[in-house]
């Protein structure tokens, strides 16, 4: 009797497992290593969260992405807390009995509740604030993102081609869906250039929104692909020798009233003379920036002349071989151009933080505006077609060959060290360079293999 009872009861409750089942939210930060970490709690919380937050510890950031770390300037000591922010839902719900991923981005303060200095969120909302404080500016931006789908089939000759799309529909449908459901608005979706590779590109928005729905996209993408059976990877280089995968940063100046600024019919670009200083400064820290926009060993074997990638701290008139580009615009009677002008940052990849890119190209371009910098050299034809003195004798820089050479780069760079400031910059060499050192001795092609998972 006693027995039965006790059956029973343990036989209800597994009965009703169904009903039991609480639904999980998790706040998250995309870190040094592009990656998104963080830590979840019962959905039924999130009001009481929205405080404290969870607990985070400095020495995370250094995590890379081979699940390491190598080394930490933080050790293991300290606290900190990330805490949901505004605007960071990111819900993934494909219907059709498939469980719904809850994700909310977060910003890490530390215990008294002020910005830690190392949460790139923070640090890209401090970039944009001093450009608008300082020159009444805002940016919409919108990143472009190529990626490669591991189980797309493939045939000789499907470069743009429909046929590529066939078999996808469902979940090329379900991505555009919930990057609607959460907010961001689907330009294009196509089958781009390389084999089983594919772009999806969105609407501007203002510029930590704009940081903001690029980690959203990778995580969207991501998940409807697992859910569909399919790897995403957004890796620049998949398979070595073979086009890679870009992450093309388009951006816009724009005044407080929302009027374009970066435009000026005529003048050389068509560029105003904010929007040429803008375009100038990213070019002065060209090599130091690529340590952060391009932050991955393998993001060398994609910035190679002639890959319609970037190669060249070069400035171009709608020529894709340009690490920054000035893009077309209809030329047609009627077309407000001065609101579609804008341009193009190739030289980065999905590899980094978009909020660290960001922050750093705003960086960069302020202090070209502050330096009332000219407009730059707008090159005509592809740099690599022309020998090394004439390239000198242009004043265009080759970009960095390898990581190694990025953060020298960056180190030697006193005023981009200086936007970091100590701790970032210090916790961002330590990091990179301990990544590096992980990889030597694995030859390229297994790079390329371990990159492709990780991203
Ligand atoms: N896949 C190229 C890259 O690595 C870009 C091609 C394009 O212009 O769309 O950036
Ligand atoms: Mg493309």
Partial sequence: MERGVRWRRGFSAWLCMG???EEIVTVCCSDIAGQLRGKGFPFQDLPSRLRFGVGWTPTNIMINCLGSIPASPFGSRGDLMLVPSRGGEITIDCGEGQPVERLILGDIF??????????LRGF???????LEAETGLRMLVSFEHEFHIDNATQRPGDCYAVVKLRGLESFIGDVLGCLRANGLAPDTFLPEYGPRQFEVTVDPALGLAAADQAVKLREIC???GRQHGHHISFSPVVTRGIVGN?????FSLINKDGRPAGYEAGAPGNLSAVGAAFAAGILRHARALCAITAPSVVSYERLKPHTWSAAYANLAD???EAMVRICPFPEMEGVDVAKRFNLEYR????TASPYLQLAMIVRAGLAGIRARLPVPVITNGDPGDLSAEERE???IADLPRSLTEALAALEADTEAMGWMGPVLSEAYLMHKRGEISMTEGTDMDELCRIYARAY
């Fill in 19 to 21: 009903r039991l089942r």
């Fill in 110 to 119: 530390t215990m008294r509740g002020e910005p830690w200095e190392c949460c």
């Fill in 124 to 130: 890209l909302k401090r970039a944009l604030d001093d």
């Fill in 222 to 224: 991501r998940s409807v």
């Fill in 246 to 250: 870009g992450v093309h940063i388009h």
């Fill in 318 to 320: 709608r020529d894709r």
């Fill in 347 to 350: 030289a980065a990849d999905a």
């Fill in 393 to 395: 004798r242009q004043g």
